[in-house]
């Protein structure tokens, strides 16, 4: 059944960072079946969107991005004012509520909750919202293994020796995203560390000059066929120190990555290993992966786990995930019965 969507995120710019890159995807899955209108983030909460959302009538509204206490009390104030009372769905993909709306959350909880961490999933279940477990996603078909042939061209084409393993980092250049504990491994010199970041959200700073000064190699040029610089590595390292388990962000800057970071997913359909920071919608969805190993956040942490990894190849990611599979999961999101209205 064909409904009418308002999808509120981020859109049209490059798919660089994984915000983008999930508002593009649920956008490109949800045409598939439906009619979509498209709500930038900044403007959601205005007259102009509140005109232009009445003369669509929407079935839904899809906010993508956050959400934050904004979203969810402009989620709550379209739905009462919009004809039909349309159903709202929150993505959470990178939340950040403080304690003062953690507490409010009973009267601005929307009518679905699509969950990546626990903690939230939790939260949210409390307030009275359905919530619904929604990975990240990735295109299985581009993201796949290279040969070895096809591995060693790419490697002599940015430059990389033969005789060590690459360890790659793909993301933001920033402060909090713990990059400095890739040093320990490019400084231990069994390792070539490779990191390449988004061209719209790197930051110069001292810590991008530590990295550069041990010799690891960093690039923050938009790279379209960013699945070439994962065919041509070894082991994937993810970095970010996520709030503990069971805890809030105390700040919005303390959150460094999505939910469930999508390199991590991208990286193991292309075949590679990953060492990773612990995060709970990792270790939800990937618990049962082989090829997935912890570290404490510290360099020392992440070169033993990298020497316990090994150069054996990694086993193929497990099912589910596949971005082919979106579609047909939006349609079931979507066309689920509301709740009784809070």
């Given at each position: 059944?064909?409904?009418?969507?308002?999808?509120?995120?981020?859109?049209?710019?490059?798919?660089?960072e994984?915000?983008r890159?999930?508002?593009?995807?649920?956008?490109?899955?949800?045409?598939?079946?439906h009619?979509?209108?498209?709500?930038g983030?900044?403007?959601?909460?205005?007259?102009?969107?509140?005109?232009?959302?009445?003369?669509?009538?929407?079935?839904?509204?899809?906010?993508?991005?956050?959400?934050?206490?904004?979203?969810?009390?402009?989620?709550?104030?379209h739905?009462?004012?919009?004809?039909?009372?349309?159903?709202?769905?929150?993505?959470?993909?990178?939340?950040?509520?403080?304690?003062?709306?953690?507490?409010?959350?009973?009267?601005?909880?929307?009518?679905?909750?699509?969950?990546?961490?626990?903690?939230?999933?939790?939260?949210?279940?409390?307030?009275g919202?359905?919530?619904?477990?929604?990975?990240?996603?990735?295109?299985?078909?581009?993201?796949?293994?290279?040969?070895a042939?096809?591995?060693?061209a790419?490697?002599?084409?940015?430059?990389?020796?033969?005789?060590?393993?690459?360890?790659?980092?793909?993301?933001?250049?920033?402060?909090?995203?713990?990059?400095?504990?890739?040093?320990?491994?490019?400084?231990s010199?069994?390792?070539?560390?490779?990191i390449?970041?988004?061209?719209s959200?790197?930051?110069?700073g001292?810590w991008?000059?530590?990295?550069?000064?041990?010799?690891c190699?960093?690039?923050?040029?938009?790279?379209p066929e960013?699945?070439?610089?994962?065919?041509?590595?070894?082991?994937?390292?993810?970095?970010?120190?996520?709030?503990?388990?069971?805890?809030?962000?105390?700040?919005?800057?303390?959150?460094?990555?999505?939910?469930?970071p999508?390199?991590?997913?991208?990286?193991?359909?292309t075949?590679?290993?990953?060492?990773?920071?612990?995060h709970?919608?990792?270790?939800?969805?990937?618990?049962?992966?082989?090829?997935?190993?912890?570290?404490?956040?510290?360099g020392?942490?992440?070169?033993?786990?990298?020497?316990?990894?090994?150069?054996?190849?990694a086993?193929?990611?497990?099912?589910?995930?596949?971005?082919?599979?979106?579609p047909?999961?939006?349609?079931?999101?979507?066309?689920?019965?509301?709740?009784?209205?809070?």
């Amino acid at each position: 059944m064909s409904l009418r969507i308002a999808l509120i995120g981020d859109f049209g710019g490059r798919t660089d960072e994984g915000m983008r890159k999930l508002c593009a995807q649920v956008e490109a899955a949800a045409r598939a079946a439906h009619e979509i209108l498209l709500v930038g983030t900044r403007d959601f909460a205005s007259g102009r969107a509140w005109r232009r959302l009445r003369a669509f009538r929407p079935d839904c509204l899809h906010y993508l991005t956050g959400p934050t206490w904004r979203s969810l009390a402009a989620l709550r104030a379209h739905r009462s004012t919009l004809p039909g009372r349309p159903r709202t769905i929150a993505t959470g993909i990178r939340p950040y509520l403080g304690p003062v709306t953690r507490r409010a959350l009973p009267a601005l909880a929307p009518d679905v909750y699509l969950a990546q961490a626990r903690r939230w999933q939790t939260l949210f279940a409390a307030a009275g919202a359905r919530t619904i477990d929604f990975p990240s996603w990735t295109d299985r078909a581009r993201f796949r293994p290279a040969d070895a042939p096809a591995r060693a061209a790419l490697r002599a084409r940015w430059g990389l020796a033969a005789d060590r393993p690459v360890v790659l980092h793909v993301g933001h250049i920033k402060e909090n995203r713990n990059l400095g504990c890739l040093v320990a491994a490019q400084r231990s010199g069994r390792y070539q560390v490779l990191i390449v970041g988004s061209e719209s959200e790197s930051r110069p700073g001292p810590w991008r000059q530590e990295l550069e000064a041990a010799g690891c190699r960093v690039h923050t040029q938009f790279l379209p066929e960013i699945e070439e610089i994962y065919q041509l590595a070894d082991v994937y390292a993810f970095t970010v120190r996520a709030t503990a388990a069971g805890l809030y962000p105390r700040d919005y800057d303390e959150i460094g990555v999505i939910d469930f970071p999508l390199s991590v997913l991208e990286a193991r359909s292309t075949g590679l290993p990953v060492v990773s920071t612990r995060h709970d919608a990792l270790e939800h969805f990937l618990a049962s992966d082989p090829a997935l190993r912890w570290f404490d956040g510290t360099g020392g942490g992440c070169l033993a786990a990298l020497d316990a990894t090994g150069r054996s190849p990694a086993p193929p990611l497990g099912p589910g995930f596949d971005l082919a599979e979106l579609p047909g999961r939006l349609r079931e999101i979507y066309g689920m019965p509301a709740r009784s209205r809070r």
